[in-house]
């Protein structure tokens, strides 16, 4: 039985949408799912399942951060049998190509959590990266619908508030965009031979200082919600 997520077996949909807000889990369930229902309110990180066009499909709030995304990632895999994971969040923009509310495709993710080199040991910087397969699909889906995206890599970030990191020289390497879980997600998907997916709205903007609100970072994400929806049903296994 999981720790965290209060669910049965076949309660939870093998293709999970995962947003770290538990009440933007919420919105999506409500807004855009057919007979949505609430299994699991542990810690109010409320999870969902319901169907998108015929398809059962789940909807399971993630937290903030590397060590809570881990911790639902995980037990969603082991107990619940999940295959593949789309991380649907906001990002903060820092390359000047990448305006708000512009969709990123996360095609890998750095970072200086110490996941990675606790995971390998000392010598090996191993590189995170999207399942292909998804980032194609979610790609060509995106432009079939003249929704622009921009795809590249996504730095997740250890901790918010941090002075000593050098921001302008991850974004002169290429570095779109920073939100706090990417590169953990796609370190456990590898791990566990599982398929998963960043998708991301621009909600602030690092060079600009522009910023939206928290209203709107839970409800107003719908392109990038009807884009992951889209993907995840193009992409079922079963």
């Known amino acids: 039985m999981s720790t965290h997520i209060g669910a049965n077996r076949g309660d939870i949909a093998s293709t999970v949408l995962m947003p770290g807000d538990p009440l933007r889990a919420k919105y999506i369930a409500e ?97 995170p990266i999207a399942d292909f397969e998804l980032l194609d699909s979610a790609y060509q889906t995106a432009k079939a619908n003249d929704v622009d995206v921009k795809v590249g890599n996504i730095f997740a970030a250890d901790r918010f508030y941090n002075d000593e990191l050098d921001m302008q020289k991850l974004t002169d390497y290429g570095v779109l965009a920073t939100e706090m879980e990417t590169a953990g997600l796609y370190l456990l998907a590898a791990k566990y031979h599982i398929r998963a997916l960043t998708i991301l709205t621009v909600s602030d903007h690092l060079q600009t200082g522009e910023s939206l609100s928290a209203k709107d970072r839970e409800t107003s994400f719908d392109e990038m919600i009807r884009l992951s929806l889209d993907t995840a049903i193009a992409n079922m296994q079963d």
């Not at 949505?36 to 998108?52: A, D, E, H, I, Q």
């Open 31 to 127: 807004t855009y799912l057919d007979n949505p229902v609430c299994y699991s309110s542990v810690r109010n990180m409320l999870g969902f399942t319901g169907t998108y066009k015929g398809h059962k499909i789940s909807v399971q709030g993630a937290g903030m951060g590397i060590p809570s995304l881990a911790i639902y990632t995980t037990e969603m895999i082991k107990e619940f049998g999940v295959d593949t994971i789309y991380r649907v969040g906001s990002c903060g923009g820092m390359s000047p190509d990448v305006k708000m509310r512009d969709i990123i495709l996360g095609q890998a993710g750095t970072t200086d959590s110490s996941i990675i080199a606790n995971t390998f040991g000392p010598g090996v910087y191993y590189s």
